[in-house]
């Protein structure tokens, strides 16, 4: 759906010249099966609002986030892909996925600290992101693969500049690839489970009194097979 919506607005700005007077935003949300139509409907004409109303009028607001299109373009191109490369490599994990999340949101009150907005005792944390990132990252990323070094150094101080700038720069904005990803990646563990459902299935058309121990989506499940 998000590089969709990009692919559409490349196409229109094709159409129409890439005149400046004509503008395209947009406004996504995403939402659980169950919800409400009218509720989903209300959701997308707030995010649609929010990228109307945004300087230049040029954006997209998703996940909450309003953002020019050029950035949503890089957050979903370029940064989305060196993430997921990542996460196929195994340095990072869906855990850490969730910290970065985090930390954006430190880093968006960080920002709107600075332009005058009142934050709690309690979220005055938030200066902190940076310390916390670093920390982070220099216990977790590459861990446990047998890399040695001084590669894991490189690997982590490598991973972990580059963190530390997107966060700088996008802010809390920067859920927007976060969010996509562990979308995903739900996605495909539903998909995986499913698929070892199937295989007892099968299985038990051939085996008989043995049991089948099926992980995924973070437990596990019993499937007996009967003869």
């Known amino acids: 759906m998000l590089n969709v919506a990009n692919f559409i607005r490349k196409k229109f700005e094709d159409y129409t010249c890439h005149r400046k007077e004509i503008h395209v935003f947009a406004g996504i949300t995403l939402n659980k099966p169950s919800t409400p139509v009218d509720s989903i ?79 709690t005792a309690r979220e005055i944390e938030c200066f902190k992101w940076r310390a916390f990132l670093s920390y982070q990252v220099f216990r977790n990323v590459a861990s446990g693969l047998g890399i040695k070094s001084p590669e894991l150094e490189e690997i982590r101080r490598n991973v972990g500049i580059k963190l530390a700038k997107w966060l700088e720069t996008y802010k809390g904005a920067f859920i927007i690839p976060l969010w996509a990803m562990l979308y995903e990646n739900r996605k495909k563990a539903r998909l995986a489970l499913k698929r070892r459902f199937l295989w007892a299935k099968i299985m038990s058309k051939y085996y008989s009194q043995s049991d089948c121990f099926l992980q995924g989506s973070g437990r596990t499940c019993k499937a007996s097979i009967k003869q």
């Open 41 to 119: 409907s209300e959701k997308a004409e707030e995010s649609l609002e929010a990228s109307k109303e945004f300087p230049g009028k040029r954006a997209i607001t998703v996940f909450d986030k309003t953002v020019r299109w050029d950035d949503f373009e890089k957050l979903m191109e370029e940064i989305y892909s060196e993430i997921n490369g990542w996460m196929e490599k195994g340095w990072l994990s869906n855990a850490f996925l969730y910290r970065l999340d985090t930390f954006a949101d430190m880093g968006e009150k960080e920002y709107l600290y600075g332009k005058g907005v009142t934050i």
